[in-house]
């Protein structure tokens, strides 16, 4: 069976600090990939999306980037975080169906 | 463009008492549709998915949904809430993209 890996599960960084998120799945090849956000209370949104290795969609105008260096691993980074940045970030996969299944999420403070 | 709306930001019911969860959809042909849920601190997981044929979909933990072509409605409904059910609940629409529209989520308060 297919499971979805995300880590660290909480980080608390200083603004103006770098971030790597990770994102590894297992179990199927050649997924779907895409980062999402939510902030406090609100919905989700789709900041980056990937369907083959080097092959990066961006969704959002922000200062965070996405890298997609295997076929089943996701790096979300930003050079210099923002305390806009906050929030819980979810990784999710998808096959040849248009479901997608997600990660437990990491929940980033920016301090 | 696609489109999902959760009129619902909040509802609270009592536990036993059954439920019904909204969600409108703009598409102009058949689309995908999908209820998620998400516990708080915790991923989404996928409660059901309706493709194609019988507009009545059943899912995981007693959650089922039906297809409305004509109100463009995908409302999600359960016979009897139990306090585990509460949660948030987020309704997704896909169209020949490699992307999901999510509606904002409803949040679901069960009382004892």
């Known amino acids: 069976s297919q499971t979805i890996h995300q880590w660290p599960a909480t980080l608390v960084q200083p603004v103006g600090s770098p971030l790597s998120l990770e994102c590894t799945v297992e179990?199927?090849?050649?997924?779907?990939l895409y980062w999402y956000r939510q902030a406090a209370g609100r919905g989700l949104q789709l900041l980056f999306y990937?369907?083959?290795?080097?092959?990066i969609s961006s969704e959002v105008p922000q200062n965070l980037s996405a890298s997609r260096p295997q076929d089943r691993q996701f790096i979300l980074s930003s050079k210099k975080l923002l305390l806009s940045d906050s929030g819980f970030y979810l990784c999710?996969?998808?096959?040849?169906?248009?479901?997608?299944?997600f990660g437990p999420g990491t929940r980033l403070t920016v301090t | 463009a696609q489109s999902v709306t959760q009129p619902d930001i909040h509802i609270t019911v009592s536990e036993g008492a059954s439920l019904e969860l909204r969600c409108n959809y703009s598409?102009?042909?058949?689309?995908?549709l999908f209820w998620y849920v998400q516990s708080p601190g915790q991923g989404l997981q996928l409660l059901l998915k309706?493709?194609?044929?019988?507009?009545l979909v059943q899912g995981i933990k007693g959650f089922e949904a039906e297809f409305k072509r004509s109100q463009s409605s995908f409302n999600l409904r359960k016979p009897s809430v139990h306090w585990s059910d509460a949660a948030e609940y987020f309704c997704a629409v896909g169209a020949n993209t490699d992307k999901l529209i999510f509606g904002t989520g409803t949040r679901l308060q069960v009382f004892p």
């Open positions: 309706y493709f194609s044929g019988d507009t």
């Open positions: 598409y102009g042909a058949t689309p995908y």
């Open positions: 999710a996969w998808s096959g040849r169906g248009y479901e997608q299944y």
């Open positions: 990937s369907v083959g290795i080097g092959q």
């Open positions: 179990g199927t090849s050649n997924p779907n």
